[in-house]
């Protein structure tokens, strides 16, 4: 017996108003049996960039044909167009306003269409929730069994609209990284991954400087971690971040929210990495 796909939300309506809970409804009222699952709905608001962050490092995780309904949406109403992704053997459908930067990064076969089909929409959408009267009723519709095709006309992958993702950089002996996201713990992920986070982590020897403050200790779990000192570890998304054992590393190095995204990491002590470094 063939599985209902499930439908995971992220948005960043918060918890307090009903804006969540009736998207899910109108999932509901078109599919009934459709698994439904709250990535999170505590992206700060209109912050794309988090959204994004949170999306690429939670999607793997989710079964194939999973559909994933992503409403960070500030440029709602607008020019802006209102999207659906195929790519990873999964659906993601929200606005072409960057949400979608990671995943396009990765799969240089995605394929996306725009919703465009008023057979797929509510009977009068509003100009300030596509996400209950556009993005949820593609997103049932989608799980119910519609082909990908029938929302809209094609779209080229390349024409749409990414985030500025920048990578690691050498500046000489120093490798220059970046913030990317403070978890609800305080915990600073960066952008290095994969074997060169592996390979800062082992090297004794390596030096982060990030607002002012040098950081040396590194460890691999939290319990491991000093008592006062922040420290390096590997996130559970596979990136080189900061913690403080039962604390704060953004309270601890006084890093604003708001801000996170113009910090940099100035990583020392690894020079040996450089020629090997991908």
């Known amino acids: 017996m063939a599985t209902v796909p499930l439908i995971a939300l992220l948005t960043d309506f918060g918890a ?132 990908f095709e029938e929302l809209g006309p094609a779209l080229a992958a390349e024409s749409l609209v990414r985030l500025d993702l920048p990578q690691p950089t050498w500046l000489g002996d120093t490798l220059i990284a970046h913030c990317t996201h403070i978890d609800h713990f305080g915990n600073i992920l960066s952008n290095i991954g994969g074997a060169l986070a592996q390979a800062i982590l082992n090297n004794p020897e390596v030096r982060v400087t990030i607002a002012g403050h040098s950081i040396t200790a590194h460890a691999r779990t939290f319990a491991e971690g000093p008592e006062a000192d922040v420290f390096l570890y590997l996130d559970s998304s596979g990136y080189l971040a900061l913690a403080r054992r039962n604390g704060s590393a953004q309270v601890a190095l006084a890093l604003p929210t708001a801000s996170i995204y113009e910090e940099t990491l100035a990583i020392a002590g690894i020079e040996h990495l450089r020629d090997g470094m991908s």
């Open 16 to 147: 307090s108003d009903g804006y969540p809970g009736v998207m899910k409804g109108v999932i509901l009222g078109i599919a009934p049996a459709t698994p439904l699952v709250d990535l999170t709905h505590e992206i700060a608001p209109q912050d794309v960039r988090a959204g994004a962050w949170v999306l690429q490092t939670a999607w793997r995780y989710f079964p194939e044909d999973s559909v994933f309904l992503c409403v960070v949406d500030p440029g709602v109403g607008s020019a802006r167009r209102p999207i659906a992704l195929m790519a990873g053997e999964r659906v993601f459908v929200g606005p072409d306003n960057g949400l979608f930067s990671y995943i396009l990064a990765e799969d240089a076969n995605a394929r996306a269409v725009t919703i465009a089909n008023p057979r797929y929409f509510a009977a009068r959408p509003s100009d300030t929730f596509h996400g209950r009267d556009i993005f949820a009723p593609a997103a049932a519709w989608l799980a119910a069994g519609i082909a």
